[in-house]
Nanobody
């Protein structure tokens, strides 16, 4: 069992920045790919970004390319999502995920965090 705890969400005006953190504990492994997904009210969960086990490769959703950056610090069992140039459309609950499936936008056996709310005002 892996436990994931997100933090860093909050309220920010359009054009601002936030950095989300996800700390992993329990039966963690450096082999886990780790990523971020988000869910807005009335919408399905959608992929945001994911990075491989050593942080050397990442995939981003088209909607966040050039604005968001994912990184990880394996010594701290933590993955980050630096979000810049935020838009109201980015408003959602952001969830951290970890999986041994490698880099994929649709993990089938991922562990999930509880989510952190990000609200971007106009």
């Amino acid at each position: 069992q892996v436990q994931l705890l997100e933090s860093g969400g909050g309220l920010v005006q359009a054009g601002g920045s936030l950095r989300l953190s996800c700390a992993a504990s329990g039966r963690t492994s450096r082999q886990y790919a780790m990523g971020w997904f988000r869910q807005a009210p009335g919408k399905e969960r959608e992929f945001v970004a994911i990075t491989d086990w050593n942080g050397g490769y990442a995939v981003y959703a088209d909607s966040v390319k050039g604005r968001f950056t994912i990184s990880r610090d394996n010594a701290k069992n933590t993955v980050y999502l630096q979000m810049s140039s935020l838009k109201p459309e980015d408003t959602a609950v952001y969830y951290c995920a970890a999986s041994l499936e490698g880099v994929t936008t649709t993990p089938q056996g991922a562990y999930w965090g509880q989510g952190t709310q990000v609200t971007v005002s106009s």
